[in-house]
């Protein structure tokens, strides 16, 4: 059963972080959600116990299944449920403002802002005297 | 009455999400609410200080059964400084006219977030209100609406995301070794867990914390985001969001891991001081505000892994100043990046002083305890970087001064003209803060003692 678990576990974050490596941001998404359905299955790993449903009054306490564990694993799969849904929802977003989800054409558009930046930047700075240059380089 | 601040957010923040945060008024009655929330946690804090932590089981439960939820002196430090953070930037962005209408419901659930996280004693739980605080920022981030903010959105939540599922992998691990949630039960039983696996869960735990903080070989998410949100938003999250990363640390490493946290301490100097100089160095070299505030953010939270290292005796306290000062003077200067007029950079110069750690402002406050903390435990090297970290950011908070505010007069009013009165007069208000508590440091150390205190037990 161990083995079982650390397999699984470990299939879906290697998928996982596989699919982190793509440049397409909806296999980045897909990516996180296995990642962190890994994570859902590693609490169940961590501490599951068998035995009866532990419901109150308890005939034998001995014999209980561990409720926390049931109680953190879906309280966890209902949270990383809910942020899948916002972060699929945030790249349609970044989709609809871009046309693309390409991360390379991404981080040109990005560096593409920052150069005109720094250029709107130097054009705006006033001629000081000379004494008061820190010594920067012109472009 | 311990969870007044966290209902309060909590509700308001349901009845804002169906309102149109756009109007004027709106944005009002959320600042209101926000105010009132932060009224009740510094008469929290007080309370707290005066007659020891206030505990509370959720729905009556046995202790042991039910979450606990305990509110100390650390926790309430925390909250009260976020809150404040906070209501700052939602009135920054009221007197500007808010841009979207989620805008005031957004940072009023980040703030029922931070409040819970701040007062549960349930690591699970924890976790829980850590995600309701993230969910809230990822939003956040977006907020401005344009190409740039939802780039930055998605940078930030990718990342964050994956921060959060190591958090809940080292979660489980702690309980596996455990057996317990509650954080009293946690640090006692981790004492007597084995070694080895309980040191892997406070590494798992320390990089969840590290991403959310920014520090050096974590960073890489930081600079694009911080640039890529507004102003408003980028206080919200240096100010505010950041205190997750100190307090997890501090909460978790001082308070629950101790042993593990001693054993880690070459591993917090390096990565500490590696992030101390590359945020100065890689600040040095940017030319837009932005970018040098982002990078030297990088560099201020290296100092609080430096103090972690320390130890609890003289260490914690200096952790609880650095954290607190630091989110201070990072709220200060995003606030006034895009604004124009002699009260912002008068602003503005105090809150790079308080950066550098140049007395009479309140960063010097931080410097020095580190720096006497570093003596006390004979790592006379910190002296020196901390002295070097003052050097680079003296040099690249006043290169961005003189690019932005010292320019000629007359060329300065045709450009700028300056900005609007309610928004300086604020930034002016944070500016004196800082210059009040560096002038007045008894209350803001006689805290951080207390709150240190409450962490390694000796206030209880």
């Known amino acids: ?139 | 009455m311990v969870v007044a601040p966290l209902g309060i957010c909590w509700a308001a923040a349901l009845a804002f999400a169906a309102l149109d945060g756009r109007r004027k008024r709106i944005g009002w009655a959320a600042s209101s609410v926000l105010a009132i929330a932060w009224l009740i946690s510094i008469w929290l804090t007080w309370d707290v200080v005066q007659h020891g932590p206030r505990t509370m089981v959720a729905g009556d439960w046995e202790p042991g059964i039910g979450i606990v939820l305990r509110l100390d002196a650390l926790g309430a430090l925390f909250a009260t400084l976020s809150l404040g953070v906070l209501l700052a930037a939602l009135l920054f962005e009221v007197f500007g006219g808010v841009r979207s209408r989620s805008f005031p419901a957004l940072v009023l659930f980040l703030a029922t977030g931070l409040c819970g996280l701040f007062l549960t004693a349930d690591i699970f739980n924890f976790y829980v209100f850590f995600e309701i605080s993230m969910i809230a920022a990822y939003v956040l981030v977006g907020y401005g609406e344009e190409r740039r903010n939802f780039r930055a959105s998605a940078i930030f939540a990718i990342v964050n995301l994956l921060g959060s599922v190591f958090f809940l992998i080292g979660i489980a691990a702690i309980y596996h070794l455990t057996g317990r949630l509650d954080m009293d039960a946690v640090a006692q039983r981790a004492t007597i867990a084995g070694q080895a696996p309980a040191l892997l869960a406070a590494t798992i735990i320390f990089v969840a914390f590290s991403i959310k903080l920014g520090l050096f070989p974590f960073h890489f998410w930081l600079a694009s985001v911080y640039t890529g949100t507004r102003p408003a938003v980028a206080a919200i999250l240096s100010g505010a969001l950041a205190n997750i990363g100190s307090y997890g640390l501090i909460r978790f490493g001082g308070g629950l891991l101790p042993r593990e946290l001693e054993s880690a301490t070459p591993v917090l100097l390096i990565i500490g001081s590696l992030s101390i100089l590359y945020g100065g160095v890689q600040a040095i070299s940017r030319r837009s505000i932005s970018q040098v505030l982002a990078y030297s953010s990088i560099g201020q939270v290296g100092y609080i892994l430096l103090a972690l290292a320390i130890g609890p005796k003289a260490g914690f306290s200096a952790v609880i100043l650095i954290s607190v000062l630091n989110a201070l003077n990072k709220t200060l200067l995003f606030l006034s990046e895009n604004l124009r007029g002699r009260l912002v950079a008068g602003a503005f110069v105090i809150g790079a002083l308080s950066v550098a750690g140049i007395p009479p402002t309140a960063g010097f406050l931080s410097k020095a305890a580190l720096i006497k903390g570093a003596i006390d435990a004979d790592y006379a090297w910190i002296v020196v970087l901390v002295v070097v970290g003052g050097f680079l950011s003296v040099f690249y908070m006043m290169q961005i001064y003189q690019r932005t505010f010292w320019i000629p007069e007359t060329e300065e009013e045709a450009h700028h003209p300056p900005s609007p009165l309610d928004r300086r007069i604020l930034v002016a208000l944070l500016a004196l803060l800082i210059l009040a508590i560096g002038i007045w440091p008894q209350p803001l150390l006689a805290l951080s003692d207390h709150a240190a205190a409450a962490l390694t037990g000796g206030g209880r």
């Open chain 1, 1 to 139: 059963m161990i083995l079982a678990f650390s397999a699984g576990i470990g299939i879906l974050f290697m998928a996982g972080s596989y699919l982190l490596m793509k440049h397409d941001l909806i296999r980045v998404v897909a990516g996180v959600v296995l990642i962190s359905n890994a994570a859902n299955l590693f609490i169940m790993a961590a501490a599951l116990t068998r035995g009866r449903a532990p419901i109150l009054p308890l005939a034998n306490k001995l014999d209980v299944s561990d409720p926390v564990v049931q109680a953190m694993t879906l309280t966890a799969i209902v949270i990383s449920f809910g942020v899948s849904a916002l972060l699929l929802a945030i790249v349609y977003r970044v989709y609809l403002s871009h046309r693309t989800v390409d991360i390379d054409q991404l981080g040109d558009v990005e560096s593409r802002q920052v150069e005109q930046e720094e250029r709107t930047d130097l054009q705006d700075e006033p001629e000081l005297p000379a004494d008061l240059e820190t010594g920067e380089v012109r472009a």
